[in-house]
C-alpha cells in the first residue's frame, strides 16, 4: 500500500484557458456543468412558456413567433408542426441538459471527492472530455433549431415509424431528427464516462476511514446515479444507433411491412416500432431515477442540518436508493400498457412499479422522522429541501394511478401524465437542485446567496408549482389528451378552457419568479455577504475546507475521517456537533 | 491521478487499480450496448418466421471457427503479454502483444473477406437480400459490424500500449487494463459466434 501523502496534487494551473475552459479540476468542470444547465433550463422554460402561450390564444398573432419561425409561424400563429418541435425541444432540454446535468454531473463533480476527501476524481482529463462532449452534444441538439425544416416532431421519446422515416413524416423529422439522434447518442457517450469516473472515485478514492457505510448520502445518491447511468446510456446508444442506421442506412429494424406515410408506401418490412419503445424505456425508466436519486441524497443531508439531528435510519436510506436503482430496470413495461401487451405481461409489470412504492415510502417516513422534533432552521435550503419531499409524495401518488394497467389505459396521454411526471421527475429534481444551490453556495463562491430573495423565490414557486400542475391532472381526467396544439377544434375540451388558461397564468408567473433566483445567484456572487468556512455547521468533509476551498482540495494531506456523516444534537459545551474528522475514532 | 485505494482496513478488498477498475466498468458497459443489440437481433429473428439459415458447414462454417480460433489464440498471447509485463520482460511483452494484433488484424482480413463474400456473391447486403427478408443483412452487418470496430479499435490501442512498454513509459498495469478491454472483445465473439452463425447453419 502506497502512502496516501504522495498522492500527486494539482499543480495551481497557469492561464485563463488552462483554469477556467479546459481544466481537470473536478470543481471549474462541476461548475462548467452548472452553467451549462442553467442556460438550458431557461432556454426549456422559454419554449414552455410559448407553448403555454399558444394553447390559450391559439388564434393571437404574435410577431414574436413569426420573427423567429418565419417558416413555422408563418402569419405570426403558431402551426401544430412547430408546437410539437417545441415540445420535443423543452422535453430534451429539460430531460438531459438540466434534470440529468446539474444533479449528477454539476454537484455530483464538485462535491463527491470534497465529501469523500479525495484530490479529484480518479480520471481528470477524462472528467473533461465528459464536460466538452456533453457540450457539444447540446450544440448539436440547438442546431436543429436552424435546419432545413426545423427542429423534430418526435418528442423525448422519438417513437419510430415516424422518427425512423425521413423528411416525408413531417418537417424537422428530416435533418433535424437526424441531429436529434446524433445529440442524443454524444449524451450517452458523455454520461458513460462520467459513470465510469464517478464509480472509480467512489470505489477507490475514498480517504482513509471514509467507509461506504460513513459515506454522506448524497456521495450515496451519486453513486447509484452512476450504476443507473453506466446501464440505461449503453443501452439507449444502441438504440439510437440502430435509428440512425433505419434513417440514414435504408434498414428496418424499426419498420414494419405496409407502412403508408405521406401517401407513400414505404418499402420496409420485418422490423417493428415496439422494439424501440423496449429498448428506449429500458433506458427511459431509469432516467427518471438519475434525475431525482441525487436529488433524494441531497434533500436527506440538508433536513439533517437544518434540523439538528442525524439522519433517520441512514442504513435504510442508503439501502433504499439502491432497490430503487435496481428496480427501476425491471419495470419499463408500464410504459407501454396499451401498446397491446400481454395482459399477463402488464400486470407482472404493475407489481414490480407498485413496489417501488415500498423504498420510496421508506425514504419519505425517514425525511419525515428526521425532522421530527427538530430544531427546525427555515433556511431557503431548508423550505426547498421540504418542498421537495412534498411534491415528491403528490407526484409519487399520481404514479400509484399510473402503475395500474386498467387506470393506465384511461389515462395515458392525457394531462395526468403531464402533471405526473412534471411533479416527480421536473419539480422534485429541480427543487433539489435550489436546495442544492443555496446550501452549497457558500462553499463555491465564498458567499452566502441572500436569504430574504430566496424565501420570496421559494414561496412563489412552491405555490406556483402546484398552481400549474395539480389542474392537469384533473384536465386529465376529464380526457384532455396531451401533444395537442389546439384545444379549441373539440366540442369535449370546451369546458377545460378556463382551467387552461389557469395554468397558463400561473406558468408565466412562475417563469417570471425564476428571474428572481438568476439575479440572487449572480448578484449574490459577486455582492453576497462573506461566508464563513462552515457556515451551516454541517459535518461532512466539504465544509472543513475554506470557502472557496483551493485548487488542491485537501492538498496531501487528506483528513482521518473517524465517523458517520451525521452527528449532530451532541450533548457537549459549545458545540451541538461533530465533523467527520473531529473527535475519538467510533 | 496514480494514487493507490486507501480503504478503512488498510488494503483494497478489491486489489485493483484505478485503471483496471476504470476499463472493468468500460467493459461492463459495453456489454449492455451489445446485450442490446443480441436482443434486437432475437426480437428481429422471434418476430419473423421465415428468417433465413444460409450458413453451410462448408464454407461458412469452417470460415468461422477459423475465425473464431484466430481471435481466441490472440487472447491467450494477451494473457501471456499480461504475465510477462508482471515479470518484468518487457521485450517478451512487445512481442506476444504484436502476435496478439496480428492475429487481431487476420481476424479482421478473414471477416472482411467474408463480407464481400456475402455481398458480392451472396447478395447480402445492409438492406436486402435473396429471401427478402432485410432485417438479416441489417443485424448480420450491425452486429458482426460493431464488433470488427472494437477488433480494430483494440487493435490501435494496444499498437499504443505496446509502443509505450517498448519506450517504458507503459507499466504491468496498463498492459493488463489493455488486456481486460481485448479479453472482452473476445467473448462478446464467443456470444455472436453461435447465436448468429451456429444457429443459421442450412438445414
Same mark, same amino acid.
Given at each position: 500500500m502506497e502512502n496516501p501523502t504522495a498522492a500527486k496534487v494539482h499543480a495551481p494551473p497557469g492561464g485563463f484557458l488552462r483554469r477556467y475552459v479546459f481544466s481537470t479540476d473536478h470543481k471549474v468542470i462541476g461548475i462548467q456543468y452548472y452553467l451549462l444547465a442553467l442556460f438550458s433550463v431557461f432556454l426549456g422554460m422559454t419554449l414552455s412558456a410559448l407553448m403555454r402561450y399558444h394553447l390559450v390564444y391559439p388564434g393571437e398573432k404574435q410577431h414574436l413567433f413569426q420573427l423567429l419561425w418565419p417558416n413555422g409561424a408563418p402569419d405570426g400563429i403558431m402551426t401544430p408542426e412547430l408546437y410539437l418541435s417545441l415540445m420535443t425541444m423543452h422535453g430534451t432540454i429539460m430531460v438531459f441538459f438540466v434534470l440529468t446535468t446539474a444533479p449528477q454531473s454539476g454537484f455530483g463533480n464538485y462535491? %463527491?471527492? %470534497?465529501?469523500?476527501? !479525495?484530490?479529484?476524481?480518479a480520471f481528470p482529463v477524462l472528467n473533461m472530455l465528459s464536460f466538452w462532449t456533453t457540450l457539444l452534444s447540446f450544440l448539436v441538439l440547438c442546431s436543429a433549431f436552424f435546419a432545413d425544416g426545423g427542429a423534430p416532431l418526435g418528442g423525448w421519446t422519438a417513437y419510430p415509424p415516424l422518427s425512423a422515416t425521413g423528411a416525408i413524416a413531417g418537417p424537422g423529422m428530416g435533418t433535424g431528427m437526424d441531429l436529434w439522434i446524433i445529440s442524443i447518442a454524444l449524451f450517452c457517450v458523455a454520461s458513460l464516462m462520467g459513470a465510469i469516473n464517478f464509480l472509480t472515485t467512489v470505489l477507490e478514492m475514498r480517504a482513509k476511514g471514509m467507509s461506504l457505510m460513513r459515506m454522506p448520502l448524497t456521495c450515496w445518491g451519486w453513486f447509484v446515479t452512476a450504476v443507473i447511468s453506466l446501464f440505461a446510456f449503453a443501452v439507449l446508444l444502441t438504440a439510437g444507433i440502430l435509428l440512425l442506421l433505419d434513417r440514414l442506412g435504408g434498414t428496418s429494424f424499426f419498420l414494419p411491412a405496409g407502412l403508408v406515410i405521406s401517401d407513400r408506401v414505404l418499402d420496409h418490412s420485418g422490423g417493428s416500432p415496439l422494439l424501440w419503445q423496449h429498448l428506449f424505456w429500458f433506458f427511459g425508466h431509469p432516467e427518471v431515477y438519475i434525475a431525482i436519486l441525487p436529488g433524494m441524497g441531497l434533500v436527506s443531508t440538508v433536513l439533517s442540518v437544518f434540523s439538528r439531528k442525524p439522519v433517520f435510519g441512514y442504513k435504510a436510506m442508503a439501502y433504499a436508493m439502491v432497490a430503487i436503482g435496481l428496480l427501476g430496470f425491471l419495470v419499463w413495461g408500464h410504459h407501454m400498457f396499451i401498446s397491446g401487451m400481454s395482459p399477463y405481461s402488464a400486470i407482472a409489470f404493475s407489481v414490480l412499479t407498485l413496489a417501488i412504492g415500498v423504498p420510496s415510502a421508506i425514504k419519505t417516513f425517514n425525511w419525515l422522522g428526521t425532522i421530527w422534533g427538530g430544531q427546525l432552521r427555515l433556511t431557503t435550503?431548508? %423550505?426547498?429541501a421540504l418542498g421537495f419531499v412534498s411534491v415528491f409524495v403528490s407526484g409519487?401518488?399520481? @404514479?400509484?394511478? %399510473? @402503475?395500474?394497467? !386498467?387506470?393506465?389505459?384511461?389515462?395515458?396521454?392525457?394531462y395526468f401524465v403531464v402533471g405526473h411526471f412534471h411533479m416527480i421527475m421536473g419539480v422534485a429534481s429541480i427543487f @433539489?437542485?435550489?436546495a442544492a444551490t443555496f446550501y452549497w453556495f457558500p462553499k463555491v463562491t465564498g458567499r452566502m446567496m441572500s436569504e430574504p430573495l430566496g424565501k420570496i423565490h421559494f414561496y412563489c414557486t412552491f405555490l406556483g408549482a402546484y398552481a400549474i400542475f395539480i389542474p392537469m391532472h384533473f384536465a386529465g381526467i376529464a380526457g384532455n389528451p396531451r401533444r395537442y396544439a389546439d384545444f379549441t377544434q373539440f366540442d369535449f375540451l370546451k369546458d377545460l378552457a378556463s382551467v387552461h388558461k389557469f395554468i397558463t397564468h400561473a406558468a408565466l408567473f412562475t417563469a417570471v419568479i425564476q428571474l428572481l433566483f438568476l439575479w440572487n445567484l449572480f448578484w449574490s456572487w459577486r455582492r453576497g455577504a462573506k461566508a464563513r468556512e462552515n457556515p451551516w455547521n454541517a459535518t461532512t468533509l466539504e465544509w472543513a475546507l475554506p470557502s472557496p476551498p483551493p485548487a488542491h482540495n485537501f492538498g496531501i494531506n487528506p483528513p482521518l475521517v473517524k465517523r458517520g456523516p451525521y452527528d449532530y444534537s451532541l450533548p457537549q459545551g459549545g458545540k451541538d456537533f461533530l465533523m467527520q474528522h473531529e473527535g475519538e475514532e467510533e | 491521478m496514480e494514487r493507490e485505494a486507501t480503504w478503512e482496513g488498510g488494503g483494497s478488498p478489491f486489489a485493483i487499480g484505478v485503471k483496471p477498475l476504470g476499463m472493468w466498468l468500460f467493459v461492463v458497459s459495453d456489454a449492455l450496448t451489445f446485450s442490446?443489440?443480441? *436482443?434486437?437481433? #432475437?426480437y428481429c429473428r422471434l418476430s419473423n418466421p421465415d428468417w433465413p439459415t444460409p450458413f453451410h458447414f462448408s464454407p461458412s462454417i469452417l470460415f468461422s471457427t477459423a475465425m473464431t480460433f484466430l481471435l481466441l489464440s490472440s487472447s491467450f498471447t494477451m494473457a501471456l503479454a499480461v504475465r510477462a509485463m508482471k515479470n518484468g520482460r518487457r521485450?517478451? #511483452?512487445v512481442r506476444m502483444m504484436a502476435a496478439t494484433i496480428a492475429m487481431g488484424l487476420g481476424f479482421v482480413a478473414l471477416h472482411l473477406n467474408e463480407w464481400f463474400h456475402l455481398?458480392?456473391? /451472396? &447478395?447480402? #447486403?445492409?438492406?436486402? &437480400? +435473396?429471401? $427478402?427478408? +432485410?432485417?438479416? /443483412?441489417?443485424?448480420?452487418?450491425?452486429? #458482426? /459490424?460493431? $464488433?470488427?470496430?472494437? *477488433?480494430?479499435? /483494440?487493435?490501435?490501442?494496444?499498437?499504443? *500500449?505496446?509502443?509505450?512498454?517498448?519506450?517504458g513509459k507503459f507499466g504491468a498495469e496498463d498492459v493488463e487494463t489493455s488486456g481486460l478491454y481485448w479479453h472482452f472483445v473476445d467473448l462478446v465473439w464467443m456470444f455472436i459466434f453461435p447465436m448468429v452463425y451456429l444457429m443459421s447453419v442450412a438445414r
Open positions: 462535491f %463527491l471527492p %470534497l465529501q469523500i476527501g !479525495a484530490p479529484d476524481m435550503a431548508m %423550505l426547498f409519487g401518488l399520481t @404514479g400509484l394511478f %399510473l @402503475g395500474q394497467p !386498467a387506470l393506465d389505459l384511461y389515462f395515458h396521454d392525457t @433539489g437542485i435550489f | 442490446a443489440l443480441l *436482443v434486437t437481433y #432475437t521485450r517478451q #511483452t455481398m458480392r456473391v /451472396g &447478395n447480402i #447486403t445492409l438492406t436486402d &437480400n +435473396p429471401w $427478402h427478408q +432485410p432485417l438479416f /443483412g441489417a443485424t448480420f452487418f450491425g452486429l #458482426t /459490424g460493431l $464488433h470488427m470496430v472494437h *477488433v480494430c479499435a /483494440g487493435s490501435i490501442y494496444l499498437a499504443i *500500449v505496446a509502443a509505450g512498454v517498448a519506450r
